[in-house]
């Protein structure tokens, strides 16, 4: 089987340029030891799991790092390190006495990883993120694809006029596999075990929460569970703190706290409008989505098939625009991801601006008629419809 990602081209090359410290982020089980190991096979690792280790690493002296880790060129990694009390002060303290060490941190919480080695290790570090598979990694590790590629992400930037007319016939079931992704979602873990839905349910209700808890990072897990479901019940939807606090009976900046904390643990993350100021635009308020649809409706408890299903246009809606969010990224093309929204509803799901470029997407499951209220108002925009028959694209399809 195909085990390569997308962002091993990234990883492989980083010490080659630079000398700073590789952080990968991501959430729990999406690959990271996987993919490090693979990467860096002769890496010397430690597993901050483990108590013990975790205990040493937490002297923070050079002392006891040297002779834990040996004196030497060498590669180490500090796996799960968001369980260290600081590991940016661990890092600093490798980085700035043992400059022979390649030195890789691994985390699955932003605040303990990302927030807490911001300051201490400015300018000794450079940040990555791990997705779950996008759908070209799926396929190619199923062995369906034969090359990796961001054809989805693709997609979205081709020109409407330049789309040309492909066929819709391929070797395999491209609308099983679709669904698969929308009900089972993509942790690499359900590529030996594709109906996974207790695998799932396990990861939703303990894994999930395992940092969270740990790291003390919530007091009140009821009320973080029923939010974290209220979201999933949410998805594409624009988001309503004080609705929220109402309806849980917490006050609104708790409900606030705990979704940056569900964010940077990237179990979510937030779409915020693209808005010129206009009085009749949306100009502030996010739409939430989940990274992984299959933690979504474990959350759930909702594994119906997508032909039977009222919310399949937001599943589609929440895969279109997580393959654009890990495009984006992987290929580092530094467009801001965006939604669009009128106050008279008039709505485009997904906006990919950066300067001198204007892009939009509506995403519908099915075919619907494309609406010309945003290109009307930004004349210079680019507007297409994304649909489950159209999103697709071989590498091959290109060239006919």
């Known amino acids: 089987m195909n085990i390569e990602r997308i962002i091993d081209h990234q990883l492989t090359n980083h010490f080659k340029k630079y000398r700073q410290v590789l952080i990968l982020l991501g959430a729990r089980q999406v690959g990271k030891t996987t993919v490090i190991r693979r990467l860096f096979p002769d890496a010397k690792y430690f597993l901050m799991d483990n108590e013990d280790v975790q205990t040493l690493f937490e002297h923070y002296d050079i002392s006891t790092y040297q002779r834990l880790i040996g004196r030497g060129p060498r590669t180490i990694v500090l796996d799960e390190a968001q369980r260290l009390f600081d590991p940016g002060r661990a890092a600093k303290i490798i980085y700035d006495q043992m400059p022979d060490v390649r030195l890789i941190i691994t985390g699955s919480s932003a605040l303990n990883i990302k927030n807490k080695t911001a300051e201490s290790l400015a300018g000794r570090k450079i940040d990555y993120q791990l997705y779950p598979l996008t759908f070209s990694e799926h396929l190619y590790q199923m062995g369906v694809q034969d090359t990796l590629n961001t054809t989805l992400y693709d997609h979205l ?33 359900l590529l030996s075990e594709p109906s996974g839905s207790d695998y799932l349910k396990n990861l939703a209700d303990s894994v999930v929460f395992q940092d969270l808890l740990e790291l003390n990072l919530v007091e009140n897990r009821t009320v973080a569970r029923s939010l974290l479901k209220l979201l999933a019940f949410q998805i594409g939807n624009l988001v309503n703190y004080s609705d929220l606090s109402n309806r849980l009976g917490a006050d609104a900046r708790t409900i606030q706290r705990y979704i940056d904390i569900f964010e940077q643990s990237f179990l979510i993350y937030r779409l915020y409008p693209f808005s010129s100021n206009r009085r009749d635009e949306i100009g502030k308020t996010p739409k939430v989505y989940f990274h992984d649809l299959g933690l979504r409706n474990a959350l759930i408890d909702d594994f119906s098939d997508i032909q039977l299903r009222n919310d399949r246009g937001a599943l589609f809606e929440n895969f279109i625009v997580n393959e654009a969010l890990r495009g984006n990224d992987y290929g580092n093309h530094r467009y801001h991801l965006h939604y669009w929204r009128a106050q008279n509803t008039s709505e485009v799901d997904l906006v990919l601006q950066k300067v001198g470029e204007l892009r939009g997407a509506e995403i519908s499951f099915t075919a619907k008629s494309l609406s010309r209220a945003f290109t009307n108002r930004y004349s210079q925009a680019k507007l297409k419809l994304i649909t489950s028959n159209n999103f697709y694209a071989s590498p091959s399809d290109w060239d006919k």
């Open 157 to 189: 930037l081709t020109d409407p006029e330049q789309d040309r007319n492909r066929s819709q016939l391929y070797p395999f079931d491209l609308p099983g596999l679709l669904a698969s992704s929308l009900i089972y979602g993509d942790y690499p873990h």
